[in-house]
Every structure is written in C-alpha cells, then in structure tokens.
C-alpha cells in the first residue's frame, strides 16, 4: 500500500509543477505588449485570402485575369502593413 500512496504524491507534485509552469507563462505573456483580437484576426483573415489569391495565380494563364490577382494581391499586401504597422 505504500507504493501507491507514493504514485499519488508523485502525481500531485507533477500537477502542482505544472500548475507553477502555467502561472509563470500567464504572468511572462501579460507582461508584453498587449495585441487587439479584432486586429490580429483580420491580419489573418487578410493572409490567408492573399494565399488563395497566389495559389490560383499560379494556376492562371490568362494575362489579364493575372493582372487583376497581381493588383488583388498588391493591395492585401498594402492592407495588412498598414495593420501591423499600428501594433
């Protein structure tokens, strides 16, 4: 019976350890500079649209219909340095 009281103060030193890493992240994480939700979001909205737009560029032949992904992609580009600019 020894043995398995043993299990159980290893396991409760493990979760106590852990529950110490976790505050330590919580408190480093506050203590940086805070970032807005709504703007990180759309910055990733933003690339991930500018993926798509350069994965069917790649696939377009037309010249003016990769003219117009060219000047799509310009501009989300555009967008998302005037986003992180203001972080």
């Known amino acids: 019976m020894g043995d398995a009281g043993e299990g159980w103060i290893d396991a ?3 979760i106590q350890e852990r529950m110490e890493e976790l505050q330590e992240e919580r408190s480093r994480s506050h203590t940086g500079p805070k ?5 990180t979001r759309q910055v990733a909205s933003l690339e991930l649209a500018r993926r798509e737009l350069e994965r ?6 037309h010249p003016m219909r990769r ?3 060219d000047a799509a ?3 989300l580009d555009r967008r998302i340095a005037e986003l992180t600019n203001f972080r």
Request: glycine share 0%.
């Open 56 to 61: 069917q560029r790649q696939l377009v032949a």
């Open 12 to 14: 409760e030193a493990r």
């Open 67 to 69: 003219a117009q992904l």
């Open 35 to 39: 970032k807005k939700p709504e703007q």
């Open 73 to 75: 992609v310009a501009d």
